[in-house]
């Protein structure tokens, strides 16, 4: 196939529990670079969390709706499997400060080593350096305003369930 024929596939792995705009900012910039993003839940059974994963999944699809070449996705076990299954050959994260640099190129080293399959660091926007999803739930857990850090039907959501309406 020529090189102009192949479908340039890429995959956003993460927890996104819950997605924030954050995740958003990374998401969108990767649909435009590639052909196909898809945005894959990690179930990770060891670690407990807000919302399941069906809900994770239903938040981002709203949120993801308008981008035509995004779609969702979970999986259990190593995402280089999953690459390999969906003929993915490019895993994208946000980099948003040195401090998740060690990690996440250890990280990439290992995918790479594992199965040939490259990562491409984005910086994150600036405005969201000191996003994280967890300081999100611990946030909007004790009342505090986290509308500007994560799209409306999260913020929505996160008032439901840590009001427990
Ligand atoms: O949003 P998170 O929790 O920071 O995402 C971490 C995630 C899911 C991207 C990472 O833990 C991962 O890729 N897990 C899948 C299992 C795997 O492949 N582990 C080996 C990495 S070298």
């Given at each position: 196939m020529s090189p102009e024929n192949v479908i340039r596939r890429a995959v956003c792995p993460g927890s996104f529990d819950p997605v924030t705009n954050g995740h958003l900012d990374i998401i969108g910039r990767a649909a435009q670079l590639y052909d196909e993003v898809t945005v894959a839940v990690f179930v990770n059974q060891a670690k407990s969390s807000l919302f399941s994963v069906d809900e994770r999944r239903e938040l981002l699809e709203?949120?993801?709706?308008?981008?035509?070449?995004?779609?969702?996705?979970?999986?259990?076990?190593?995402?280089?499997?999953?690459?390999?299954?969906?003929?993915?050959?490019?895993?994208?994260?946000?980099?948003r400060a040195v401090s998740d640099f060690d990690y996440?190129?250890?990280?990439?080293?290992?995918?790479?080593?594992?199965?040939?399959?490259?990562?491409?660091?984005?910086?994150?926007?600036?405005?969201?350096?000191?996003?994280?999803s967890s300081l999100v739930k611990e946030?909007?857990?004790?009342?505090?305003?986290?509308?500007?850090?994560?799209?409306?039907?999260?913020?929505?959501?996160?008032?439901?369930?840590?009001?427990?309406?």
């Amino acid at each position: 196939m020529s090189p102009e024929n192949v479908i340039r596939r890429a995959v956003c792995p993460g927890s996104f529990d819950p997605v924030t705009n954050g995740h958003l900012d990374i998401i969108g910039r990767a649909a435009q670079l590639y052909d196909e993003v898809t945005v894959a839940v990690f179930v990770n059974q060891a670690k407990s969390s807000l919302f399941s994963v069906d809900e994770r999944r239903e938040l981002l699809e709203e949120v993801t709706a308008q981008y035509g070449n995004v779609r969702i996705d979970s999986f259990e076990g190593l995402v280089v499997d999953y690459c390999k299954a969906h003929g993915i050959a490019v895993i994208v994260k946000g980099l948003r400060a040195v401090s998740d640099f060690d990690y996440e190129l250890q990280m990439a080293q290992m995918n790479r080593g594992l199965a040939g399959v490259d990562t491409l660091f984005m910086p994150t926007n600036p405005e969201y350096s000191f996003l994280a999803s967890s300081l999100v739930k611990e946030i909007a857990k004790w009342g505090g305003d986290v509308s500007s850090l994560v799209p409306p039907n999260v913020l929505k959501r996160l008032i439901d369930r840590t009001t427990g309406a």
